[in-house]
């Protein structure tokens, strides 16, 4: 039997649970939609899977911490946040809606995090030459009421990270997640990494319950090299 005691194991696991509810802590701080937009899918990741899906990408790949992060689709800002709290290089938001940007750039002063934004369209942005992004991370809108939207900013982040694209999605679309993401946006691989429970909190008139758990998977595709496409 292995005790506790002062074992070096226990002591770093220790350790890692108190950064991941740390950054849990410092995330469930954030201000989230106000005026949320049906229309955009607008709905807030919650500090759970996002501590988790940042500390992971961190820890088990090193695509965090030194290197240049994207947050596709930023909302708040929640993902992004967590990137620069887990010291990435530089952190930059993408946006459609202005008026979420400017919660974003709150939540970014609150935390004291330089992170920059742009508002955009994803899906009809044109990145510079020179832009170069080592790790995207998002949670994009599930395609629900704008079919193809999950799969519209998969295909863009493939094409502009160098090493990685964190990225969920419902549980339900894996097959065609992983089939389309080999076969038709370049990546030369796509793992769920663990299937996480997605908290949608009653925000729209046409929601009847208080909130739903909609099962997703967190997702880790790796880009094909430069050479290769």
């Given at each position: 039997m292995v005790k506790r005691g002062n074992n070096p194991l226990f002591l770093q696991l220790a350790v890692l649970k108190d950064e991941v509810k740390q950054l849990?802590?410092?995330?469930g701080s954030l201000r989230?939609?106000?005026?949320?937009k049906i229309e955009l899918e607008q709905y807030p990741t919650g500090s759970h899977i996002a501590s988790r899906l940042l500390?992971?990408?961190d820890t088990s790949f090193g695509d965090v911490r030194d290197k240049v992060v994207a947050d596709f689709g930023c909302g708040?800002?929640?993902?992004?946040?967590a990137a620069g709290l887990l010291r990435a290089q530089h952190v930059i938001g993408y946006e459609v809606d202005a008026e979420t940007v400017e919660i974003a750039f709150?939540?970014?002063d609150e935390l004291e995090i330089d992170m920059?934004?742009?508002?955009?369209?994803?899906k009809n942005f044109r990145f510079p030459d020179n832009h170069v992004i080592d790790t995207v991370v998002m949670n994009p809108p599930f395609g629900t009421r704008n079919k193809g939207a999950d799969v519209d900013f998969l295909r863009v982040a493939l094409k502009v990270a160098s090493k990685a694209v964190y990225s969920l999605h419902k549980t339900t679309t894996r097959d065609h997640i992983q089939r389309t993401s080999i076969r038709e946006l370049g990546a030369s691989s796509a793992e769920v990494l663990c299937e996480l429970r997605f908290d949608l909190p009653q925000l729209y008139k046409f929601h009847k319950k208080k909130k739903v758990d909609v099962a997703?998977?967190?997702?880790?595709?790796?880009?094909?090299?430069?050479c290769e496409r």
């Open positions: 849990e802590s410092l995330l989230q939609f106000e005026s949320p500390y992971t990408a708040c800002g929640t993902l992004g946040l709150s939540n970014a920059d934004f742009i508002l955009c369209n994803i997703v998977d967190l997702w880790r595709f790796v880009p094909k090299s430069t």
